[in-house]
């Protein structure tokens, strides 16, 4: 298998990561609108579930957006 194709194939699984956990995180804040609790208490586990996602999702995020180095710059 090639260099890029290895790339790629980790890309895609990256993206497929990001779209599963997204899925989860979708199932649960749709939960939460379904259980009784008080205003304090949902706000506060609305934040929590908020920081969870952002941190699983974020680092997949910035690594398929994070430029691709292929060569050294020139030293011009």
Known sequence: MSREQQRQNVRQERESLIQELEAIYR?????????????????????????????????????IEAPLITHAPDQS
């Open 27 to 63: 199932r649960a804040f749709e939960r939460l609108t379904v259980l009784d609790l008080g205003e304090g208490s949902l706000a506060r586990l609305t934040q929590l579930l908020l920081h969870s996602r952002e941190g699983a999702i974020k680092p997949l995020q910035e690594e």
